[in-house]
């Protein structure tokens, strides 16, 4: 297992136009996170899933986003209507909770750029 | 609401130059306390958890310390490829890591 794979690395959308990303968790994580980082400012907590279920949404996650985890295995997320503000680097990271000095681990990002 | 707040922004050293980043927190039942290390257009990497004051962790020339209020990570005898954004995260029971702003460290050779 080579860690936690985000697809794509960069996207450059027009605005009003609909994005997805994709993120294939550590195997073995039955946790996988959505977080959203803006330049200069730390990781910002968007959605996560147990397994295939959806616990917990920020605030910050309007109705023109969505995600999932069919199965429970690799998650989407999407943007509907994109805005300029949408702009940010989308960080997907995986834990198992049970684990002793978990931590969570991170993708690489997909780096959106709405135009 | 849980918040952490990591002082300086910014810290500049020269090769050699030991120094602390700091991290207080605010949170209702620390389950633990993390730090991560991330180089520019990457995802953050674990460094440590820390779960209750008093505790201590060490990776080469870093080290982490925790008390009820806020962390330090030390950095001794720097060279410039610690050069990264350090993050500090808390997470309350059950629920996810909320990060701190980070500190931008630049070690000059």
């Known amino acids: 297992d080579t860690g936690v794979s985000q697809d794509p690395r960069h996207k450059i959308t027009k605005r009003g136009q609909n994005v997805t990303f994709r993120c294939d968790p550590i195997?073995?994580?039955?946790?996988l996170y959505w977080y959203r980082q803006t330049l200069g400012q730390g990781p910002e907590f968007l959605t996560y899933?147990?397994?295939?279920?959806?616990?917990?949404k920020s605030r910050l996650l309007s109705d023109r986003f969505s995600a999932e985890r069919p199965k429970g295995s690799f998650s989407t997320l999407e943007i509907q209507r994109t805005e300029q503000g949408d702009s940010a680097m989308y960080l997907c990271?995986?834990?198992?909770?049970?684990?002793?000095?978990?931590?969570?681990?991170f993708g690489s990002g997909t780096r959106l750029t709405v135009v | 609401e849980d918040q952490v707040t990591q002082s300086p922004e910014a810290l500049r050293l020269q090769e050699g130059e030991s120094s602390s980043l700091n991290c207080s927190y605010t949170?209702?039942?620390?389950?633990?306390l993390f730090w991560y290390r991330q180089d520019p257009g990457k995802g953050p990497e674990f460094l440590f958890t820390l779960y209750s004051a008093g505790e201590e962790k060490e990776k080469e020339r870093l080290k982490a310390t925790l008390t009820k209020k806020e962390s330090f990570l030390h950095i001794t005898a720097p060279k410039p490829e610690d050069s990264a954004t350090y993050l500090c995260?808390?997470?309350?029971?059950?629920?996810?890591?909320?990060f701190g702003k980070g500190t931008r460290l630049s070690v000059i050779a």
């Open positions: 899933f147990q397994n295939e279920a959806q616990l917990e």
């Open positions: 990271a995986s834990s198992f909770p049970q684990t002793v000095n978990y931590g969570y681990t």
């Open positions: 195997s073995e994580h039955n946790r």
């Open positions: 949170v209702s039942g620390l389950r633990g």
């Open positions: 995260a808390v997470q309350a029971r059950n629920t996810p890591l909320v």
